[in-house]
């Protein structure tokens, strides 16, 4: 089966710019997962959907960052405007359903710089 | 709150001796504790879960609740077992919340 697309790979952005990011998950998986790791850290869960609707979103901080799952399928994570801080990896997992949380299929990530 | 724990960053061991990658967890329930692992150049993938008890590419993992670890344990360490290795915490709190640690790089030196 295809895995978790995720694009674009890498960006390169200036501090106060705006970036989105896109994930396509495994067809048929209900549960979507936005994850930030910052180099020399874990994956850090930004916001879980359960199809179109939010399970947690407890650590996004929602004063430059929104994601939408507007059909339940593919996502969007939108950074506006962006921090040095925000410099990181950002991974995109999907599972079957919330009870297959453990078994979480990851994309290649998305690895962005903010100068 | 949950939060895992892997105190070291990088373990450096020989091809053919014994691999311990520790973690320890706080959580007041019963969790579900697993590994995942990535390669270089690949995804991130699960490796094992404590429920499951199977050994995978020669690696076991026991739960001990008295010491809240799940130290992730191989005989004999390959070159090619040299990756990230992350302790994650998964418990039931409305929902099933997944919880990683930080991660220890494993170099096996040939």
Known sequence: EAGVAQSPRYKIIEK????????NPISGHATLYWYQQILGQGPKLLIQFQ???????SQLPKDRFSAERLKGVDSTLKIQPAKLEDSAVYLCASSLSPQDSYEQYFGPGT????T | AQR?????????VFKGA?????CNYSYSGSPELFWY????????????????RESIKGFTADLNKGETSFHLKKPFAQEEDSAMYYC???AYGGYQKVTFGTG?????IP
């Open chain 1, 16 to 23: 106060r710019q705006s970036v989105a990011f896109w994930c």
């Open chain 2, 104 to 108: 220890t790089k494993l170099q096996v």
């Open chain 1, 51 to 57: 199809n179109n609707g939010v399970v947690d979103d």
């Open chain 2, 18 to 22: 014994p691999v311990e990658l520790k």
């Open chain 2, 37 to 52: 692992v990535q390669y270089s150049r690949q995804r991130l993938q699960l490796l094992l879960r404590h429920i499951s």
């Open chain 1, 111 to 114: 690895r962005l710089t903010v």
């Open chain 2, 88 to 90: 994650a915490l998964s």
């Open chain 2, 4 to 12: 895992v724990t892997q105190p070291e960053k990088l373990l450096s």
